[in-house]
């Protein structure tokens, strides 16, 4: 069977009309993935044994009448979710025979939605990068052109949907590592608000900052798959307990906004991309919203901050890998590994920390403010997700803040808190992904998806797909 | 401005190779020098910001749930006694004694 550009919404409607079992489709994906592997390397493991026992469940469930929100979707899982007695290597060496006794809850969520697992993908060790480059088991190749990185650190999760590997994915973002992917892979992908989604059972990498979502080919899948997610959790403290919203109702409702737009979110974006982002806007305006010109914090600034946030808080997360509990010794870290933990350990030592760390957080105040003034005037901000397309393999070597400038037009707002949303817009010259970033206030994803789903109904690019 | 890598190394447990620390005793200071950017903002009166979303005083009900067997939580452990962890030796023996 052909699984080309198959949603969730799709496939819930042909199983309900037996046009194939979820069995079959599970095998179709298993297939493909079998195929497609050598090439792009988006998965470190593949659970086929697992993903046909849930699809078989799933079968019995849906000839008795049931309903689930995913029931028989296969989809892929980033591998520094815990999965109950399945490898969770974050694809690191240090945790390449780990089998963790519980599932995150993520995972545990999507497991009662009904969800197929079918298997687990890569990322670059311990999600410290973008391009999965510092993956312990080898770099993930972009879909569109294997010659190019697909991003990171969820990389294999984009790759994944871009490849029609699995339907849904699930990543995480802890500044970048949801949307950038996304935009390389040419997929939807959401930074849903810090505290919207559960952390717990994530391999931590910034815990002030760390926010699961999900990577999909269009919006409507994607609220479908926050809808199982989103909302409090007694294992993570961080959650917030405001309800979440009917993100997949409130996603439909054409809602006329005010989008505002940073001239320093076009600063040093590749013309391509740019051009790409202008046509977004004229579209969003064709379609009733208004477009307002607001000033917000110069992103260079939040590099700076999330660069020392970020390491401190890996410096600390890392420090319980000692391969007494679980997994490896330190001998095992990779180099990337290493060097954050160590400019961690530098940036919280003492005589430092009031001129790193201290300071950091004080500019996040000055982001944070920043932002709600902007709020005040504004619905949602709008502007490229990455200032480059797929950059070619390679494009990290000897540059250890690879991540850090790439990202840069995605920090502030993972800095913030914020929500964000990237979704496709289009194609370079060179047919690589461009994509267009939407920003909104905190636990405003209802928003983003609103207005990401607009612009998805009028250009239709997520129908296109990489020829493999 | 000077930093002992291996200085660092060893404050974050970590041992490195000799040619780990050729590369990270080039790498470290350019990500420094980078965060050093940092000191030019003028930051006198603004407060830190710790967390970003407000949840205060979170507790959840005292009732006991499952959790995991002592099997269950050891089985990943590469050593073990009795049910015990083995750690490696944290003082050293005493001869004079």
């Known amino acids: 069977m052909d699984v080309h550009n198959l949603t969730i919404t799709d496939i819930k409607a042909d199983l309900k009309d037996k046009k194939y079992s979820a069995v079959e489709l599970t095998k179709a994906y298993l297939e493909r993935i079998k195929t497609l592997e050598p090439k792009l390397n988006a998965f470190v493991t593949v659970t086929e044994e697992k993903a046909l026992k849930d699809a078989k469940k799933a079968d019995e469930l849906l000839a008795d009448g049931q309903d689930l929100p995913v029931l028989g979707i296969p989809m892929s899982i980033k591998d520094n979710f815990s999965t109950k007695y399945i490898e969770t290597t974050a694809s690191s060496k240090v945790l390449e025979h780990y089998r963790p006794p519980f599932n995150a809850t993520v995972v545990q969520r999507l497991e009662d939605a009904g969800m197929v697992m079918v298997g687990k993908t890569n990322l670059d060790a311990f999600a410290h990068g973008s391009s999965t480059e510092a993956s312990d088991f080898g770099t993930t190749k972009n879909p569109w052109n294997q010659e190019c990185l697909a991003g990171g650190s969820s990389g294999g999760a984009a790759a994944s949907i871009a490849a029609d590997e699995a339907v849904a994915a699930i990543g995480s973002e802890t500044a970048g590592s949801t949307r950038l992917p996304a935009s390389w892979c040419g997929v939807v992908g959401l930074k849903p608000t810090y505290g919207r989604v559960s952390r717990y059972g994530v391999v931590a990498m910034g815990s002030s900052l760390d926010s699961p979502g999900p990577l999909t080919k269009t919006v409507e899948d994607t609220a479908q798959i926050l809808q199982i997610i989103a909302g409090q959790d007694i294992h993570d403290g961080t959650t917030s307990s405001s309800e979440p919203k009917e993100y997949i109702t409130l996603m439909k409702d054409k809602r006329r906004m005010t989008i505002g737009i940073s001239k320093d979110y076009f600063q040093d974006v590749e013309t391509e991309v740019a051009a790409k982002i202008e046509d977004a806007l004229k579209i969003l305006e064709k379609q009733g919203h208004t477009i307002k010109n607001i000033e917000l914090f110069d992103p260079k600034y939040a590099i700076d901050v999330y660069t020392i946030l970020q390491r401190s808080e890996v410096s600390s997360n890392l420090a319980r890998l000692d391969g007494i509990r679980y997994g490896e010794d330190r001998t095992v870290f990779g180099e990337e590994a290493m060097r954050r933990v160590m400019l961690g350990t530098y940036v919280l030592s003492a005589g430092h920390y009031d001129a790193f760390y201290k300071k950091a957080q004080k500019v996040r105040t000055l982001i944070i403010e920043n932002f709600a003034k902007a709020y005040e005037t504004v619905d949602v901000i709008v502007g490229p997700s990455a200032p480059v397309p797929a950059m070619p393999l390679g494009s990290t070597e000897k540059n250890p803040m690879f991540g850090e400038v790439i990202d840069r037009l995605m920090e502030p707002s993972s800095i913030a808190g914020l929500c964000g949303i990237n979704v496709p817009a289009g194609f370079s010259k060179d047919r690589l992904p461009i994509g267009l970033q939407v920003i909104g206030p905190q636990f405003a994803e209802d928003l983003i998806l609103n207005l990401a789903y607009q612009f998805e109904q009028a250009t239709l690019y997520w129908q296109q797909h990489p020829t493999l | ?97």
């Open chain 2, 1 to 97: 401005m000077k930093i002992s890598i291996k200085n660092l190394a060893q404050l974050a447990n970590l041992e490195l190779s000799s040619s780990q620390l050729q590369t990270l005793e080039e790498s470290i200071p350019s990500v420094i020098e980078h965060m050093d950017e940092i000191k030019h903002l003028d930051l006198s009166g603004v407060k830190q910001t710790n967390a970003v979303i407000e949840e205060e005083n979170v507790y959840r009900e005292d009732d006991v749930e499952h959790s995991l067997t002592q099997d269950e939580a050891l089985k990943n452990a590469p050593n073990t006694y009795n049910g015990f962890l083995v750690v490696p030796y944290v003082f050293e023996e005493n001869t004079d004694a």
